[in-house]
């Protein structure tokens, strides 16, 4: 990924020039392994009380509402001649 | 039954409640995503660069900026005259400037704009002419109408003192070449000649863009992550993960990394025996309005065609008779012709050029990678040059 590793089937894209230093990608990495820690806490037994005792239409709708909205995300498209599109 | 009542409406105000919640809370996620390098490789919605134009039917909106995420992650902004290019003035400099009008590869979204063709193109001129601009004209998807309507437009705004045009010949063999619905396309009058058609700005979608809700909608695109989500997924269509992927599509404009037999026959029934008709006559149509607007404006246009493979065994020299066609008709009418194919194999060699193309697990197959685009920057360099007045 970005250029590193074998140079043949990495292709010659290099490292996105956006300003993300060591700390921020540091950082991104964090955030990243901040979701398998959430992922985890949810199994709790702590969790699961918590989320019986908030139980109800709000709670129901918010996470109904999430995960549609995650899914109504497109999946990254690697068709590279599918154009433009308004 | 009061009772029952306020326990109705508290479910309906918590309902609406949590559906509000979720949109917030993914806004907030999405823009986290966003500002952070997390959006090199978390999902997320893709910018939505273009919009309507009248001359062309869409073209690229002024300084939007975001994450393209097709074949190759990119951070893309476009410019202050809305282009895929760095800002620049409108008016002319003091050194020469030279527009250069295509399509996606052209365009090159998935590469830094500094790394692009005609980026490359405009550094290495500047050395030989101070001043010089090389200006990006690449739209995603460009037909040959497109093009010639997008040079009568931007082009001639911007005073070049040369152009170069590239044609992609894929596009010509493509049986929609003529539809003009949702941009400028070439379509006969009653005698059968080949025009400039604008049938899309008659269309309810291109009214919309136009209106004033039409500019809500495009704020809402620039200012909204959950406004994208649902464009987004209105474009690839509601169930689009379950449908087959568009292989036609596909083919029509894709650089084959290698040569096969009868890869160049569709060409040579286009340019040496006149079939398809109409795609014959949709190309005659092109280089008879190029060279209109080579006449009437006095700066050289340099046609460049790309995708008609070279450096594959040709026992029967089909390609060298196609391009003698091509070059024929092309400077019969006054303008230059540059063979992009030929001068890609010269540059890397036959059996390199698939490496230009394509990227990571992909290479060989799709857009103009960094290398590339260093290639056709140098190649468009040298053609412009030669173009410039001494």
Redesign the interface.
Same mark, same amino acid.
């Given at each position: 990924m970005f250029g590193a590793g074998d140079p043949g089937g990495a292709g010659t894209a290099p490292l996105p020039n956006d300003g993300a230093g060591g700390a921020l990608i540091a950082l991104g990495c964090a955030g990243l392994l901040a979701l398998h820690w959430l992922e985890g806490y949810l199994h709790t037994r702590r969790t699961v009380l918590l989320m019986r005792r908030l139980d109800g239409p709000l709670l129901r709708t918010l996470i109904a509402s999430l995960a549609f909205w995650l899914l109504l995300l497109p999946k990254v498209q690697e068709n590279p001649f599918i154009y433009f599109r308004f | 039954m009061p009772l029952m009542l306020r326990r109705i409406g508290r %479910?309906i105000v918590?309902?609406l409640?949590?559906?509000v *919640?979720?949109?917030l809370?993914?806004e907030v996620f999405f823009r986290v995503i966003d500002a %952070?390098?997390?959006r090199? !490789? $978390?999902?997320?919605?893709q910018v939505? *660069?273009?919009?309507?134009d009248f001359a062309t039917g869409?073209r690229h909106r002024v300084n939007v900026s975001g994450m393209w *995420? %097709?074949? #190759?992650? &990119?951070?893309v902004r476009t410019s202050n005259l809305g282009l895929r290019d760095r800002d620049r003035p409108l008016a002319h400099g003091s050194g020469p400037r030279a527009v250069i009008v295509g399509n996606?590869i052209i365009e090159a979204v998935?590469?830094?704009e500094s790394q692009t063709s005609s980026a490359v193109a405009e550094q290495i001129l500047s050395r030989q002419f101070p001043g010089a601009e090389v200006v990006n004209l690449g739209?995603?998807?460009a037909r040959p109408a497109v093009e010639v309507a997008r040079l009568q437009s931007q082009g001639l705004v911007l005073a070049p003192d040369v152009a170069v045009v590239v044609i992609d010949a894929g596009i010509l063999i493509t049986p929609d070449a003529t539809d003009d619905q949702e941009f400028t396309g070439y379509r006969p009058d009653a005698q059968g000649l080949f025009h400039l058609s604008y049938g899309f700005r008659n269309t309810s979608?291109y009214r919309f863009?136009t209106s004033r809700a039409g500019q809500a909608f495009y704020w809402l695109l620039d200012h909204s992550e959950?406004a994208r989500?649902?464009n987004?997924?209105k &474009? !690839?269509g509601l169930f689009?993960?379950l449908s087959p992927? @568009?292989a036609a599509?596909?083919q029509?404009?894709?650089q084959a990394p290698t040569g096969h037999a009868g890869i160049l026959d569709p060409y040579v029934a286009l340019w040496l025996k006149g079939e398809p008709a109409a795609a014959r006559a949709v190309f005659d149509a092109f280089i008879r309005d190029l060279a209109a607007i080579h006449r009437d404006n006095k700066f050289p246009i340099i046609v460049a065609t790309r995708n008609i493979k070279a450096g594959c065994p040709d026992p029967d020299d089909k390609r060298s008779a196609l391009i003698a066609v091509i070059r024929a008709q092309v400077e019969g009418a006054g303008m230059r012709f540059v063979d992009l194919d030929a001068r890609e194999v010269a540059a890397v060699g036959a059996d390199r050029d698939a490496d230009l193309y394509?990227?990571? @697990? +992909? $290479?060989g197959?799709? #857009?103009l +990678? !960094?290398?590339g685009n260093r290639v056709y920057g140098e190649i468009f360099a040298d053609v412009i040059a030669r173009a410039l007045p001494r």
């Open positions: - | %479910t918590a309902v409640a949590g559906l *919640l979720a949109m809370l993914i %952070t390098p997390l090199w !490789v $978390l999902a997320e919605p939505s *660069l273009y919009g309507p869409y *995420l %097709t074949e #190759h992650r &990119n951070f996606s998935q590469v830094e739209l995603s998807g979608g863009r959950i989500i649902i987004d997924r &474009n !690839v689009a993960e992927p @568009a599509v596909a029509a404009y894709e394509g990227f990571g @697990a +992909n $290479l197959i799709g #857009h +990678n !960094v290398a």
